[in-house]
């Protein structure tokens, strides 16, 4: 039955089992079937990939397991594979970061020769940090983008600052933070052994803690240990200013003022990647401005040393050959004559390093003309372009020869007018010995004044003080003491010969040499006590009608002027020589008066 | 008005806890257990009234070290005593913790029973229901699974809180 139904099966599905037969051998054949498989494998996954959601959650298992093994049995294998990418990686990450060192090299050290620099480096020294920590501060670029002030006993948020980008709410973190705090603590076993940095998904957490509440701070970018002073202050500040609130517990948000006092401390440091100019404005005027003081000061170094060689040249018998300025004083160099004055030179700090020598300055030549001369009083000297003038009384003749000798040897001097007078004393002593009149005439010479005593002719007397007058100008003559021996008739003749000159009324005298002689000889009667009586006639040239009145006025007139110089009016009367016409010529010599002495 | 406070979760090792608060707050369960490695942090808010508390939960991990969680419980505002009724030891760390910590009887508290789902194999004795009583605890039969009296244990201790 069986067999017919084989016959009849294979009879009427004979192609089909045929096919069924291939399929199966292809199926139960493994190599068949692999291949079979394999042609349509990707197709199948592209496919598969794309209706069915789980494939690659199905797959990543094996996968991964495949992989790891993979990895622990051949590594070398893996890491063939891997270089060329991995090398590439590396070689990228490796130039990237020795550009960007690079870069901050050049920054630092376009900022080493930069206002910004040297404003940098004025603020370090000020601020008692290094130079490099204000740089980091100023360049490198950091954020502080949250801020959470949490209460230390159990880590709920007291409030919040900032954008929060963290998947979790502000209060998990939080309570995360005190957590890991906690635990380090408890790990640590101290007490102070507390949480100050974290790091979670690439952010950097500073911890600043507070005797209630601690502050975290997120931070993005490299912070300076400058920001944790600053969050630490931070911290110290909002304890101080808002402890009612830090102790009082609520949800946070709530504490507005809070919040605003944490906005503060969300800092930005930015740093200017571009590359920015030099400003070359500042450095010129601060170029200008030192060339500026630097001319002015040796402007003022150069007057100050003119000034100085000014003075030195300015003062004689000092030969400057050179002038240093040494500390805040001067040293010259040079030849000194002993005779030069330099006391002017002291007061300006002035140090002499000198060698003696003889000076020819007129000043130095005259100095050392009068040091010769010092010992005669009367002795005036004059030095012009070397021309010696000396006048004076010098004692005698020696001494002038002594010193015209020694002026010879002083250098400086080209003609020597000698104007020196030997003593007039000696002098009047031999010209009276020369005279002879010695043992007639004895003199008295006081202070200038020579007293003649002796006898002697009027004549005589009128002779020795005209010679005495010419040889000593000086000298002034007292005839007092001299007794004239001519006789009282001569006199009276001598007087009655005079005529005193009356030109003019208002100048009545004109002729004093005359009246001194009517004087004199007057004075002479009258010592003798002789009886007189002196007769003043007044003349005139009968040219006018008041002739008469003119020539009575003159004999007033002179009588007036004996008179005053101690002739007695007693003995005096005035006349006119009447004129009998009135129309002479003028004649002047005509105008005067005459005496007329007549013994009684 | 709102207001947070810090509840801590404690109780032995696998209990639950974690499972607890993942109903709590993502109404999911997890078949697949994970152990909880030191404390797992989650937040809540419920709103009592006009009050909105946030709970800041902190499910510590199972207390068999000594004194490892005491600083995690510092400051606690509530605390949420966790026990497995089909494992009758982890009834005694009530006991170990109330007596490494007696401070602790002082917060506001509430015992969840968990794992009520599985009561058929529960092995609650009356030893066990007398030390419930020493602490004169609130109880409730929670399943972390169903989500059964989970939202109203917490929502009890939160009444507590605010009282």
């Known amino acids: ?600 | 008005m709102s207001i947070a406070k810090k509840v801590c979760l404690i109780g032995r090792f696998a209990v639950g806890k974690t499972s607890l608060v993942k109903q709590f707050i993502h109404q999911e369960f997890g078949e697949k257990y994970k152990t909880t490695v030191g404390v797992s942090i989650a937040t809540k808010k419920i709103k009592l009234a006009s009050l909105k508390v946030s709970l800041v939960i902190w499910d510590i991990a199972g207390f068999e070290q000594e004194n490892h969680y005491a600083h995690y419980l510092r400051g606690s505002h509530g605390l949420i005593w966790v026990v497995d009724g089909t494992e009758p030891e982890s009834f005694e760390i009530l006991d170990t913790i109330s007596e490494s910590l007696p401070e602790i009887k002082q917060i506001p508290s509430v015992c969840f029973i968990n794992k009520c789902d599985l009561k058929d194999e529960w092995v609650v004795t009356n030893k066990q229901e007398e030390l419930l009583k020493t602490f004169n605890h609130t109880v409730f039969e929670t399943s972390a699974k169903t989500g059964e009296n989970v939202e109203k244990g917490f929502k009890k201790l939160t009444e507590f809180l605010v009282k």
């Open chain 1, 1 to 600: 039955m069986s067999k017919e139904r084989d016959i009849l099966k294979s009879l009427l599905l004979k192609e089909e089992l045929q096919l069924l037969n291939q399929l199966e051998q292809k199926l139960l054949s493994k190599e068949q079937f692999t291949k079979e498989v394999s042609d349509v494998l990707s197709n199948a996954i592209k496919r598969a990939q794309s209706k069915n959601k789980n494939l690659e959650k199905e797959l990543y298992i094996p996968i991964r397991k495949g992989v790891t093994k993979a990895f622990v049995e051949n590594k070398q294998s893996i890491i063939d594979a891997l270089l060329p990418i991995m090398g590439q990686l590396i070689r990228k990450t490796v130039t990237n970061s020795i550009k960007q060192f690079v870069t901050d090299i050049n920054r630092t050290l376009e900022l080493g020769f930069s206002a910004k620099a040297i404003k940098w480096r004025w603020q370090a020294l000020r601020s008692d940090c290094t130079f490099a920590e204000i740089l980091f501060q100023k360049t490198i670029r950091y954020q502080v983008t949250e801020l959470f002030l949490i209460r230390q006993t159990n880590g709920l948020l007291i409030e919040h600052a900032g954008h929060s980008e963290t998947a979790k709410d502000n209060s998990a973190v939080s309570a995360m933070l005190t957590a890991i705090q906690g635990f380090i603590e408890d790990s640590f076993n101290e007490h102070d052994s507390a949480l100050q940095r974290v790091t979670i998904k690439n952010k950097d957490y500073i911890v600043t803690s507070g005797p209630t509440a601690y502050l975290a701070a997120v931070i993005k970018g490299a912070p300076t240990q400058r920001l944790e002073t600053k969050l630490q202050q931070a911290i110290e500040n909002i304890h101080a200013e808002f402890s009612d609130q830090i102790n009082t517990e609520s949800n946070y948000g709530e504490n507005i003022e809070i919040q605003d006092s944490l906005r503060k401390y969300l800092i930005t440091k930015n740093r200017s990647d571009k590359p920015k100019k030099i400003n070359w404005t500042p450095w010129i005027i601060i170029t200008l401005l030192i060339i500026s003081g630097f001319s002015y000061w040796s402007y003022g170094i150069k007057q100050e040393l003119k000034r100085i060689v000014d003075l030195s040249h300015s003062v004689p018998g000092l030969y400057v050959q050179s002038v240093k300025r040494i500390g805040s004083g001067y040293r010259i160099k040079g030849l000194l004559d002993p005779l030069a004055e330099i006391t002017s030179l002291h007061k300006d700090n002035i140090t002499l390093d000198t060698k003696p020598y003889l000076s020819l300055d007129e000043d130095i030549v005259l100095k050392r003309v009068m040091k010769l001369f010092s010992p005669y009083k009367k002795v005036t000297i004059k030095l012009t372009n070397g021309k010696l003038t000396i006048n004076g009384i010098i004692s005698s003749d020696d001494d002038i020869l002594k010193v015209l000798h020694q002026l010879e040897s002083i250098g400086g001097i080209k003609q020597i007018i000698n104007n020196l007078a030997i003593d007039q004393q000696k002098q009047m002593h031999a010209f009276l010995l020369q005279n002879k009149l010695k043992n007639q005439v004895n003199y008295l010479l006081n202070n200038n004044k020579l007293s003649l005593i002796g006898n002697m002719k009027y004549k005589q007397q009128q002779e020795l003080t005209r010679k005495f007058t010419s040889l000593f100008p000086e000298i002034i003559i007292d005839a007092e003491k001299t007794n004239i021996i001519d006789s009282t008739d001569k006199i009276v003749y001598k007087i009655n010969n005079l005529f005193i000159n009356i030109k003019e009324l208002n100048d009545p005298v004109n002729n004093y040499e005359t009246l001194d002689k009517l004087i004199d000889n007057l004075h002479l009667l009258i010592n003798r006590q002789e009886r007189l009586h002196i007769r003043l006639v007044g003349k005139s040239d009968c040219n006018g009608l008041f002739s008469d009145n003119h020539s009575l006025k003159r004999a007033e007139t002179l009588f007036m002027i004996l008179a005053k110089k101690g002739i007695d009016k007693k003995l005096m009367t005035t006349h006119i020589n009447a004129c009998k016409s009135f129309n002479n010529p003028h004649n002047q010599s005509l105008l005067g008066v005459s005496i007329q002495s007549v013994k009684e």
